[in-house]
Structure formats: structure tokens, C-alpha cells
């Protein structure tokens, strides 16, 4: 039997682009007459930081109706199109008030918080998922990775919207969240985790989903895991030696050069797991074209591991770039992205649609 699993990367502000790719492939599939939501084709859909965000807004309950999840790709990138600004305020007092991210995080957590609220619920529980949902996220007190999945009862017992809140707390652009864990009794000092974002470890989630996968037997007795990882871009400026080599710590974290070490750990993180998987799952069927898995007419039909992703060009690649320009740039390359990947997007709405 094989398994599908759907993958989504951190990515702030770019996760418009996921997004726009689930977009395309709700399309290739409705046009298969499979006009199911996404979270029926997929056994796990995993996700970190903005890739937690869509990945709950698929396999959340909706609010008021629990038979629906909270959000399908199209409301998604309404979110990050006409709601991103809320999320990365800009105004001049925000600026004034935090030295423009030096004295304190960069942005006010409330609007997102509120955001989050809204389409997942106050207390709606990763337990109550409508699929096999991994979110991922870092606990800086404990120094450990955190997997809020209900793939793992032990794990499952996290508010929805807390947990995506958790692993969207990107170092420097919001404060750590009190992430509650509600296995654990509420007169315990472990009850409240102070949560970064998982992006720290696992900007792109894959290789944690696979683990889960092979934990729930996805690979026993014959069966297989197909992984579709869709990332958010990858940066394109260049870290110049002159320049990094007077830097010192404050060079490294400044948010006025968009936090380079954080680009830096991110990416350096996705690259390695997109590089693993394709190994691990696709052998020497499968290479890379532009950090995504090169599919051709005579090796899709025996992949396993499908990575679409690729350096951004003509487009910022902030976490944070949330004007009004940006986003139509960054929904452009969206678009791009998947014609660019159009063989592999038809392969997997073939398979799916066969399920």
C-alpha cells in the first residue's frame, strides 16, 4: 500500500508560494473529477513556521464545522495575499517602538495570534485532525525538537493554534510562545513549553515526516511513503566573504540585513533533507534541477520523492517582505514554479486520484 505525504518548508511571508502550488494541484485533480479536499489524498501533511500554517489550515477542523477543515489552498493564499501586512507590520511606530527589531523582536505576535484563532479555533487539538498532521517546533528550555503530531498519542494533545503559533516564532521577528502541552497536568512545570520556531532544526519538515511514517509501519510489509515537499523558495543574495568576515554577532543576527544566520540555518537545513530523501527514496532515478527533484517521462513513474523548489529570482527573499509588490512577485514565481514543475504535479494528481 502506498502512502502519500505532503511536506510544506518555513518560509514567513513565501509560504504564499505552497500555497499557490496546492492551488494548481487542487485544479489537476478536480479536472480527474476528485473534487475531495486535500487532506482525504494525503495520510501526513507536514509542516514548519508558514509551512505549519497551511498544513493546519488542511487538516484543522473548521470552526462551526467540524466535517470541513478550517482552510483549502484558495483561502490560504487570500491569507497571505490580504493579510500578510497584518502579520508584518511595517508602520513606522512599530519601527520607532522596537529600533526597528534591535531592542526587541521585530513584530507584535497578537495580530498573528488572532489570525490563527480565527481559522483554527481557540480550542480545537492536533487529536482532532482530519488527517495525520506533523507541526514541528524547537523548546528552548528543555533544548529539544518538539513534534506536536497525532500520529504519536503521547503528541497530539497541543491547541492547534498554539502549536502552529510555537513553530512559527522565527528568533528575532517574535517572541517565543508558551506553546500548552495538555497531557500534562496543569500543576506541572512542563505543562507550558517556551517554543522557537522548528525551522531551527527542521525547515523543511520531510525527513521528520518520514520518520513518523516508518514509526506508523509506512514501510513494512511492502509498503511504500510517496513525499510531494514543496518549498518557499530558496534565497538569492549572496553572502559576500568581504562583508561576512567583519560581521561578528551582530552582523550575523542584524534584522536591518534580514537576519542572515537565520537564512543561513534555514535553508542550509531544507537543502540537507531535500538532498537526503531523494537519496533515501529515489536512488539514482531521481537528480536535481534548481533544488527541486528532476522528473522526466522516463523516471516519474518510479519516484517516490518529489521536491519542488527553486532559487528566487526578481523576487525578495525575506521572511518578512509583505508589501503589496512583493506578494504579486512572489505569487508570479508561484505560478512559475509549477509549470515549471507541471510533470510532476500531473504524476502525483495521477496517483492520488487513483487512490
Not at 527514496?281 to 527533484?293: A, E, H, P, V
Request: charged share 25%; glycine share 10%.
Amino acid at each position: 500500500m502506498t502512502k502519500f505525504i505532503l511536506s510544506i518548508d518555513g518560509g514567513g511571508i513565501r509560504g504564499i508560494i505552497p500555497a499557490v502550488i496546492l492551488r494548481v494541484l487542487q485544479q489537476k485533480l478536480a479536472d480527474k473529477n476528485k473534487k475531495l479536499p486535500l487532506h482525504r489524498y494525503f495520510h501526513m501533511i507536514a509542516g514548519t513556521s508558514t509551512g505549519a500554517i497551511i498544513s493546519a489550515g488542511l487538516t484543522c477542523p473548521k470552526p462551526g464545522k467540524p466535517e470541513e477543515s478550517a482552510a483549502d489552498p484558495d483561502t490560504l493564499v487570500e491569507v497571505y495575499r490580504n493579510r500578510g501586512k497584518e502579520i508584518f507590520d511595517t508602520s513606522i511606530f512599530r519601527k520607532l517602538a522596537n529600533l526597528g527589531g534591535i531592542v526587541e523582536e521585530r513584530y507584535d505576535a497578537r495580530p498573528l495570534e488572532n489570525i490563527l484563532i480565527e481559522m483554527l479555533g481557540k480550542n480545537t487539538e492536533i487529536g482532532h485532525a482530519l488527517s495525520t498532521v506533523l507541526i514541528t517546533g524547537y523548546d528552548i528550555k528543555n533544548r529539544s525538537a518538539v513534534f506536536m503530531t497525532n500520529a504519536d498519542k503521547k503528541n497530539e494533545r497541543f491547541r492547534f493554534w498554539q502549536a502552529v503559533r510555537g513553530s512559527s516564532a522565527a528568533p528575532t521577528y517574535f517572541e517565543p510562545a508558551l506553546v500548552e502541552d495538555l497531557s500534562v497536568p496543569k500543576s506541572s512545570a512542563d505543562r507550558l513549553i517556551a517554543m522557537i520556531d522548528g525551522g531551527v532544526f527542521a525547515n523543511d519538515p520531510g525527513i521528520a515526516a518520514y520518520v513518523e511514517g516508518s514509526k506508523l509501519g509506512w514501510r513494512d510489509n511492502g509498503n511504500k511513503m510517496v513525499i510531494l515537499s514543496i518549498g518557499t523558495g530558496s534565497a538569492n543574495r549572496p553572502i559576500p566573504y568581504q562583508e561576512a568576515r567583519n560581521w561578528g554577532a551582530a552582523g550575523w543576527i542584524n534584522p536591518f540585513n534580514n537576519t542572515p544566520l537565520i537564512s543561513v540555518l534555514m535553508q542550509g537545513q531544507a537543502s540537507t533533507a531535500s538532498y537526503q530523501l531523494n537519496k533515501l527514496l529515489n536512488g539514482d532515478q531521481g537528480g536535481f534541477r534548481l533544488g527541486g527533484t528532476t522528473v522526466t517521462k522516463d523516471n516519474r513513474a518510479d519516484l517516490h520523492y518529489f521536491r519542488i523548489d527553486a532559487p528566487l529570482t526578481g523576487v525578495s527573499d525575506a521572511l518578512d517582505d509583505a508589501t503589496r509588490d512583493n506578494i504579486d512577485k512572489l505569487e508570479s514565481f508561484a505560478k512559475t514554479l509549477a509549470r515549471t514543475y507541471d510533470m510532476a504535479l500531473d504524476e502525483i494528481a495521477e496517483r492520488l486520484s487513483a487512490t
